[in-house]
């Protein structure tokens, strides 16, 4: 997380999307890392973007949870 709070504290966009349109909170649900997700939450990232599939946050995680 310390990566995360100099990023943050430096004025990184939270919801930046990549070119398929995830943002961080979408990698990180895919990956696990609650911490994170949490973080960027508090941050004020927006859980109800899509990627360019239509799926949000919560789409990501349940995705990640079923491919397990």
């Known amino acids: 997380l310390p990566a995360l709070n100099a990023l943050i504290k430096r004025?990184?966009?939270v919801?930046?999307?990549t070119s398929l349109g995830?943002?961080?909170l979408m990698q990180a649900q895919?990956?696990?890392r609650v911490a994170i997700a949490a973080k960027l939450i508090s941050c004020g990232a927006d859980?109800?973007?899509t990627?360019?599939?239509g799926k949000n946050a919560l789409d990501h995680k349940?995705?990640?949870i079923a491919n397990q």
């Open 11 to 13: 004025g990184a966009d």
């Open 47 to 49: 859980v109800d973007l």
């Open 22 to 24: 995830e943002t961080a």
């Open 15 to 17: 919801d930046a999307q």
């Open 51 to 53: 990627d360019c599939e």
């Open 30 to 32: 895919q990956r696990g």
């Open 62 to 64: 349940l995705q990640a």
